[in-house]
Each structure stands twice: as structure tokens, then as C-alpha cells.
């Protein structure tokens, strides 16, 4: 069974870091690019950035660039994504999904996600 669990978010104050992980399992982990988008409240998802577990080829939105580092442990089948300089609009829930292709992405499985909230 294929399985992607989120954790690491929480409440942080406005500038503060905030590194949240997404755990795989029922998959070939190597094979795969593993994305991390965002969703507010209200507002339509957003792709925040990708990482591709074979070669380690990474993609960033421009929202994110130079604050979020996304990264990967492949002994332990885990991406990272390290959020720095958080500010009151990064809230919302972080969701992490595998894709079997780079660019085009096809994201087939998806966590459930983790609450960020950001206070000013």
C-alpha cells in the first residue's frame, strides 16, 4: 500500500523555520519525484517544490525560491522541506505527493497534509 505522511507542522511565529517531512512507504522511492504544495483556505492549491529522488534535480515555484529548501533521504525514504523567513500568507496546509514522471508530473499519490500557521 502505498503511503505519504506529512509531519513537522505546527504554530510559528512571522520569520521563524518550520521543517516539515514527508515519510514514503509501498513504492519504489528512487523511481519517483516527490512534490510539496500548499493549500489556504479559499485559495486553489499551490505547488511549492519537487524533487526528483533519482537524481536529485530540484524545481521551485518563484513564491518560495531563496526561503524554502526542499531535500531528500533516500535510506530513509523521506523528502524534507525546510521553510525559513515564514510569513503570515505561508499559512496553510502542506501536502506532499509522488510523481512517477519529471516535468510533466504526474503526482498519482498524495499525503494528507499538515497545518503550518504562521502568526504575525
Known amino acids: 500500500e502505498v503511503q505519504l505522511v506529512e509531519s513537522g507542522g505546527g504554530l510559528v511565529q512571522a520569520g521563524g523555520s518550520l521543517r516539515l517531512s514527508c515519510a514514503a512507504s509501498g513504492f519504489i522511492f528512487d523511481d519517483y519525484a516527490i512534490g510539496w504544495f500548499r493549500q489556504a483556505p479559499g485559495k486553489k492549491r499551490e505547488g511549492l517544490a519537487c524533487i526528483s529522488n533519482g537524481d536529485g534535480s530540484t524545481f521551485y515555484a518563484d513564491s518560495v525560491k531563496g526561503r524554502f529548501t526542499i531535500s531528500s533521504d533516500n535510506a530513509k525514504n523521506t523528502v524534507f522541506l525546510q521553510m525559513n523567513s515564514l510569513k503570515p500568507e505561508d499559512t496553510a496546509v502542506y501536502s506532499c505527493?509522488?510523481?512517477?514522471?519529471?516535468?510533466?508530473?504526474?503526482?498519482?499519490?498524495w499525503g494528507q497534509g499538515t497545518q503550518v500557521t504562521v502568526s504575525s
Open positions: 505527493a509522488a510523481s512517477s514522471t519529471w516535468s510533466p508530473f504526474q503526482f498519482n499519490y
